[in-house]
């Protein structure tokens, strides 16, 4: 048994071959895939890869020998060395530092985010303040025309009120609304009244 080597046009296939003649012919039996790997493997390739091998190379105990087993384990090596420990710290410092600039990028990127939804929480604050100081006003006139419209139902009278009407224009305005939203209120009122 050995281990054959099968190089596509960008990964190397290894799997275990046994050879035995069949009538005077060599004949290659298939014994089992060993997986393949990027070519050229990186560090990180080749140590899935080796995790890999030895797993596989564990479940076939009953077919292989150790010795069958250290010679296919050489002749791998030979083709895709077993990463050395200076590969491997090199790689956990590399993914270390990669994981640590993906992070800061997260961290960086909601804390903006929460810095501009604070802003809009504020700004939004400050149009509830405004609209409820607009609305205090709004209830206090309203009060003053319902007791000026229960005096003249009643037959009473009252000071004033020969005005054609309020300008609703100026009150939306000074309430900090744009002329784009008071048209918009406009049309909207001017619909409900057709239906």
């Known amino acids: 048994m050995f281990a054959r080597f099968r190089q596509s046009r960008n990964r190397l296939q290894v799997s275990i071959v046994e050879t035995r003649r069949v009538a005077?012919?060599?004949?290659?039996?298939?014994?089992?895939?060993?997986?393949?790997?990027?070519?050229?493997?990186?560090?990180?390739?080749?140590?899935?890869f080796w995790a890999k091998l030895h797993e596989l190379l564990s479940r076939?105990?009953?077919?292989?020998?150790?010795?069958?087993?250290?010679?296919?384990?050489?002749?791998?090596?030979?083709?895709?060395?077993l990463?050395?420990?200076?590969?491997?710290?090199a790689l956990q410092l590399e993914n270390a530092a990669a994981d640590q600039r993906t992070w800061a990028t997260f961290a960086e990127m909601f804390d903006e985010?929460?810095?501009?939804?604070?802003?809009?929480?504020?700004?939004?604050?400050?149009?509830?303040d405004a609209d409820q100081s607009s609305a205090a006003r709004a209830k206090a006139a309203l009060a003053t025309a319902e007791e000026r419209l229960a005096r003249l139902t009643k037959g009473g009278t009252v000071v004033g009120g020969f005005a054609i009407s309020l300008d609703s224009e100026a009150i939306l305005r000074n309430a900090g609304w744009t002329k784009a939203e008071i048209e918009h209120c406009l049309r909207t009122a001017a619909l409900s009244e057709q239906n």
């Open 113 to 128: 985010k929460v810095a501009g939804q604070q802003k809009l929480r504020a700004a939004v604050e400050r149009a509830i």
């Open 60 to 81: 076939l105990s009953n077919r292989l020998t150790a010795e069958v087993q250290g010679k296919i384990l050489g002749s791998v090596h030979a083709r895709i060395p």
């Open 83 to 89: 990463p050395t420990p200076d590969e491997q710290r």
């Open 24 to 48: 005077g012919k060599v004949r290659h039996e298939h014994i089992a895939s060993l997986g393949s790997i990027a070519s050229p493997p990186s560090v990180a390739d080749r140590i899935a």
